[in-house]
């Protein structure tokens, strides 16, 4: 039996992510209820034009709304934001956040639930970079940006962790609603100012190894640049391969 006393809010800030939302809950529920958390799933749709909204609202009915949360907001108003709305809502005392495109798996979750009951961290962080962490489907190119991105910012920060630029984190609530009222940055550098910021007012950091293996990733890819032959109807199809792929990585 778990900790009872410890709740995990899970913030997934969604724009069109339709197709997605259903795989990502799905997964959610899987390996947080097979791992026996406390938890709820706080969606936070900034107005998507592709219905993701009406499909959480399914989920809703499906999954009962004590587990998950909808609160919407009207247009896209920046990740930041998103944080900070959906932390309002939340009744856990801890916060995990982490994109709802696939790119992050669920499966890791219990993993950092585990690294921060051992030393008591304020943040947990996803690394590609440290352990057996890594992404296999990167190209050169996309590989030398994101190490070239976090290189820079350890020569110039030191924040005292291997990987700046990703986006799955656990966090004591208390924790992270003081980060982000100090948070300025917006877009791709918020995620660092994040880390730079937890070392500044002494927080205390745990990693956990990620990897990112090809099958998701391409689809990813393919999903994100509409690679796919318009108005030819694939979504089943698709949705039945990443689920496929999901199941790989159990």
């Known amino acids: 039996m778990r900790d009872t006393a410890d709740k995990y809010s899970i913030l997934l800030p969604t724009y069109n992510?339709?197709?997605?939302?259903?795989?990502?809950?799905?997964?959610?529920?899987?390996?947080?209820?097979?791992?026996?958390?406390?938890?709820?799933?706080?969606?936070?749709?900034?107005?998507?034009?592709?219905?993701?909204?009406?499909?959480?609202?399914?989920?809703?009915?499906?999954?009962g709304g004590d587990k998950i949360l909808l609160r919407p907001r009207e247009k896209k108003l920046g990740l930041g934001t998103a944080?900070?709305?959906?932390?309002?809502?939340a009744t856990g005392n801890f916060i995990i956040i982490m994109d709802a495109d696939l790119s992050h798996h669920p499966k890791f979750i219990p993993e950092f639930i585990q690294k921060q009951k051992e030393g008591n961290y304020d943040v947990v962080s996803g690394t590609r970079y440290r352990g057996d962490g890594g992404v296999y489907g990167w190209d050169l190119r996309r590989k030398l940006i994101s190490r070239g991105a976090n290189f820079l910012t350890q020569v110039l920060l030191r924040p005292g962790a291997s990987d700046l630029t990703g986006s799955f984190r656990l966090y004591k609530k208390s924790v992270l609603e003081s980060l982000v009222e100090r948070c300025v940055s917006k877009g791709y550098v918020f995620q660092m100012e994040m880390i730079v910021?937890?070392?500044?007012?002494?927080?205390?950091?745990?990693?956990?190894?990620?990897?990112?293996?090809?099958?998701?990733?391409?689809?990813?890819?393919?999903?994100k640049y509409n690679v796919f032959i318009r108005n030819l109807d694939v979504s089943f199809v698709l949705q039945l391969i990443i689920l496929y792929c999901c199941c790989l990585l159990e």
């Not at 749709?45 to 399914?58: C, N």
């Not at 944080?83 to 809502?89: A, D, N, Q, V």
Request: charge should be negative; proline fraction near 2%; charged fraction near 20%.
């Open 83 to 89: 944080y900070i709305h959906g932390m309002k809502h």
């Open 197 to 223: 910021r937890a070392r500044q007012l002494n927080f205390t950091i745990g990693e956990v190894s990620l990897k990112l293996l090809f099958c998701i990733f391409i689809l990813f890819v393919l999903k």
């Open 17 to 63: 992510e339709r197709e997605n939302l259903p795989l990502i809950v799905w997964l959610l529920v899987k390996y947080l209820g097979e791992s026996g958390f406390n938890y709820e799933i706080i969606v936070i749709d900034d107005g998507s034009p592709d219905g993701t909204l009406e499909v959480a609202e399914q989920l809703q009915k499906i999954y």
